[in-house]
């Protein structure tokens, strides 16, 4: 009984080996694998396609392209912007420039005109210190009277002088005499003044020198009188006009 158990398990297990030679052997018959349930993957070079990605990298490069060149279109068009609207006021500004110069110009013309024909009689006389105005009477071409407050100022000695009624007849006194000399240039001051000027001065100018003292009329904040000539002494230097003053008070 034990035998012939024994005998069919040995052909039970015989004929499971003979089955699974056979299984294999069909299956490598038809060239799969026996673990059919994992598949393997594989990738074949051959079916990419490279050209879409050179057409992205390349629409990348392009679109990087247009924006550079939008960016340079837009910082264009702001610039024309700018100037459209400043060569308006830069034109304006030249405009301006060029009437000013003419000006200029016709100033200094004047001014030369005026400086080198001055008038023949003056009437009146402008302190280049301050502006101060002053009334003057003529002896002659050269030759003056300073009026103040309608006296004139009469001078006695060096540093002495003193507002007294003018001498308008008559042999007028040599005390209230004043002659005037155009100084035009450095030279000229040197020449007058027997000093050489060490400041620029603002020529022509006239000075007023006492035919008694041979001081000179000087004007300074404090007022009126007459002090050694100096050519730097700016307080000493007068423009003249032939228009008299309306009020000689001053």
Same mark, same amino acid.
């Given at each position: 009984?034990?035998?012939?158990?024994?005998?069919?398990?040995?052909?039970?297990?015989?004929?499971?080996?003979?089955?699974?030679?056979?299984?294999?052997?069909? !299956?490598?018959? +038809?060239?799969?694998?026996?673990?059919? #349930?994992? /598949?393997? %993957?594989? *990738?074949?070079?051959? $079916? =990419? &396609?490279?050209?879409?990605?050179?057409?992205?990298?390349?629409?990348?490069?392009?679109?990087?392209?247009?924006?550079?060149?939008?960016?340079?279109?837009?910082?264009?068009?702001?610039?024309?912007?700018?100037?459209?609207?400043?060569?308006?006021?830069?034109?304006?500004?030249?405009?301006?420039?060029?009437?000013?110069?003419?000006?200029?110009?016709?100033?200094?013309?004047?001014?030369?005109?005026?400086?080198?024909?001055?008038? !023949?009689?003056? +009437?009146?006389?402008?302190?280049?210190? #301050?502006? /101060?105005? %002053?009334? *003057?009477?003529?002896? $002659? =071409? &050269?030759?003056?009277?300073?009026?103040?407050?309608?006296?004139?100022?009469?001078?006695?000695?060096?540093?002495?002088?003193?507002?007294?009624?003018?001498?308008?007849?008559?042999?007028?006194?040599?005390?209230?005499?004043?002659?005037?000399?155009?100084?035009?240039?450095?030279?000229?001051?040197?020449?007058?003044?027997?000093?050489?000027?060490?400041?620029?001065?603002?020529?022509?100018?006239?000075?007023?020198?006492?035919?008694?003292?041979?001081?000179?009329?000087?004007?300074?904040?404090?007022?009126?009188?007459?002090?050694?000539?100096?050519?730097?002494?700016?307080?000493?230097?007068?423009?003249?006009?032939?228009?008299?003053?309306?009020?000689?008070?001053?």
């Amino acid at each position: 009984m034990v035998l012939t158990k024994d005998k069919y398990i040995i052909i039970g297990i015989f004929l499971l080996l003979i089955s699974l030679v056979i299984l294999v052997g069909y !299956n490598l018959n +038809r060239g799969g694998n026996v673990l059919e #349930n994992f /598949q393997t %993957l594989s *990738v074949n070079v051959d $079916d =990419l &396609n490279l050209e879409d990605g050179a057409n992205l990298f390349h629409a990348l490069i392009n679109n990087n392209e247009n924006y550079i060149e939008k960016i340079g279109e837009l910082e264009n068009d702001v610039h024309k912007y700018n100037k459209k609207m400043l060569d308006p006021v830069v034109n304006s500004l030249h405009k301006n420039h060029q009437e000013i110069d003419k000006l200029t110009k016709e100033k200094l013309e004047l001014k030369k005109y005026i400086d080198e024909n001055a008038p !023949n009689i003056a +009437r009146t006389i402008k302190s280049n210190h #301050n502006g /101060q105005l %002053l009334t *003057v009477d003529p002896y $002659d =071409l &050269n030759s003056y009277q300073v009026q103040i407050n309608d006296k004139c100022l009469t001078i006695y000695d060096d540093n002495k002088y003193l507002l007294e009624k003018c001498n308008t007849k008559g042999n007028r006194s040599e005390s209230q005499k004043f002659s005037t000399h155009r100084i035009r240039d450095v030279f000229n001051a040197h020449t007058v003044m027997g000093r050489k000027p060490n400041k620029i001065a603002e020529y022509p100018y006239n000075i007023f020198k006492s035919d008694l003292t041979n001081q000179c009329l000087t004007v300074d904040d404090e007022g009126v009188s007459v002090q050694d000539c100096l050519p730097d002494n700016y307080k000493q230097h007068f423009k003249i006009s032939d228009e008299p003053l309306l009020c000689k008070e001053i």
